[in-house]
């Protein structure tokens, strides 16, 4: 069980963090979004147009996945590597939390494979259309906010071979081994920054996203099924030279006793041959700060390390 760092050198801080009505004007919007990923990297957004059946269509769909005993599961779909389902351990590199979960890629051929698990795959194509639809025009009211062509950023979620994924989390509530584990909390997923584009979160009531701040200062993020929390990626703070930033967050394990929290994440991705460069009315005068990078070289980067890596460093132009 992981146990969070102790508490003396990190601070819970109840932090307001933006929320965005989608419905409103868009000039508006476009300004508070370009603020929000300066400012945190994160906000959340409500009226995002995402139909409420589709979401808790997935999510019932989840839970019946999560809910089959093992052996099904593993016999479904198979463990993870990295695709498939997994439980404690995260990625190739020894990473563990207090999680079960399935990763999904999600282009046509694999949305037609998740036949084999989910009643009908209707939960999941359409769940997909639905946060790819509204990554986009996250990305599109960005590029508006920021001065650059509208599509700057959301071509790459709509090319047929986008590198975009879905990730099923389920947290069963965990049991305090000791005193410390409860005043600490325990990780369910540990500190990290997403490598994609942008993400999408999906959650039910239970509570256990954390935002940081830096410094050892942590944002608990209130769940809000009727809102999906959004969060910049690795590449978006590549493509915006550092003005984005990629916010590190993580998720606590134990914050009900008696109720599983679920995430759904849509991670928005690249195509893997895309380069990943800043646009030139971003530089202006200034430099840029990370050289040019394929997303294919980038996602391998990110599967040889840990979690908790500073990835986007490497890219760095000394
Ligand atoms: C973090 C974001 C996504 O969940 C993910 C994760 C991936 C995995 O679970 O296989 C990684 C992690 C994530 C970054 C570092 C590597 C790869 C686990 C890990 C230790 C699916 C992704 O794309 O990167």
């Known amino acids: 069980m992981v146990v969070a760092t102790p508490i003396q050198i990190e601070k819970i801080r ?87 979960y399935l990763l999904l890629q999600t282009n046509q051929n694999a949305i037609d494979d998740t036949s084999k698990f989910m009643r009908c795959r209707y939960a999941v194509s359409s769940y997909v259309d639905g946060v790819r639809e509204l990554a986009c025009e996250l990305l599109e009211l960005m590029a508006k906010g920021l001065g650059v062509p509208p599509s700057s950023f959301s071509h790459f979620l709509k090319c047929f071979n986008s590198d975009s994924l879905l990730r099923l989390n389920h947290y069963p509530p965990v049991t305090h081994t000791s005193h410390s584990s409860f005043q600490r909390g325990i990780i369910g997923f540990g500190e990290h920054s997403d490598p994609q584009i942008l993400t999408l979160l999906a959650s039910n009531f239970v509570p256990g996203l954390q935002i940081s701040l830096g410094n050892g200062v942590w944002v608990p993020v209130s769940p809000d099924p009727l809102a999906f929390c959004v969060n910049i990626g690795d590449v978006l703070q590549a493509m915006t030279n550092g003005r984005f930033v990629s916010v590190r967050h993580r998720a606590m394990a134990n914050s009900l006793p008696t109720q599983s929290r679920l995430s759904m994440v849509f991670f928005g991705a690249p195509p893997p041959e895309a380069t990943i460069v800043c646009p030139l009315q971003l530089l202006k005068q200034n430099k840029p700060v990370y050289r040019a990078f394929t997303w294919a070289e980038y996602k391998s980067h990110t599967y040889a390390h840990r979690l908790g890596e500073v990835r986007l460093d490497h890219f760095k132009i000394s």
Request: aromatic share 10%; with cysteine.
């Open 14 to 100: 109840e932090v307001d963090v933006p929320v965005i009505d989608l419905s409103c004007k868009q000039s508006k919007v476009a300004k508070l979004i370009v603020k929000a990923c300066e400012e945190y990297g994160f906000f959340k957004v409500i009226n995002h147009g995402v139909p409420h059946h589709i979401i808790k269509n997935m999510e019932d769909e989840s839970f019946q996945f999560f809910d089959k005993p093992l052996p099904e599961k593993m016999k479904l779909v198979g463990s993870a590597d990295p695709f498939g389902y997994g439980s404690k351990n995260i990625g190739l590199g020894g990473d563990r939390g207090e999680l079960e």
